[in-house]
């Protein structure tokens, strides 16, 4: 999927929670609640200060970063769920150390 996000917005695809608890229980898609946390996929050029210049965006392709719970607009695209949201709806990145699995 090619998509450029103008401005300060950035594509998001959230990270899916496992959907059973550790009893062993599924919960159906309809009761569990959204992820608040998803890999960007695409980010815009930045945004434009009054004095004309580009401010960049902190936040690039491949960050993993935790959002609200409703931030953003749920897009569906090729049958694929992404949201678009501007980067003041991000809350923060997720840097995992060594021990997480991922390397900051």
């Keep these: ?21 550790p009893g062993g229980i599924v919960i159906p898609e309809t009761v569990a609640e959204k992820p608040i946390q998803g890999e960007v996929l695409a980010v815009g050029d ?6 004309g210049t580009l401010q960049k ?4 392709v491949g960050d993993v970063v935790l959002f609200g719970r409703y931030a953003g607009n749920t897009v569906k695209i090729l049958n694929e769920e992404i949201l678009v949201m501007r980067e003041d709806d991000v809350l923060g990145i997720i840097e995992y150390g060594e021990e997480g699995g991922k390397s900051a």
């Excluded at 998509?3 to 929670?17: C, G, N, S, T």
């Design 1 to 21: 999927m090619n998509i450029r996000p103008l401005h300060d917005r950035i594509i998001v695809k959230r990270q899916e929670d496992a959907l059973m608890t």
């Design 46 to 51: 930045g945004k434009r200060r009054p004095d």
């Design 57 to 60: 965006l902190d936040v690039k």
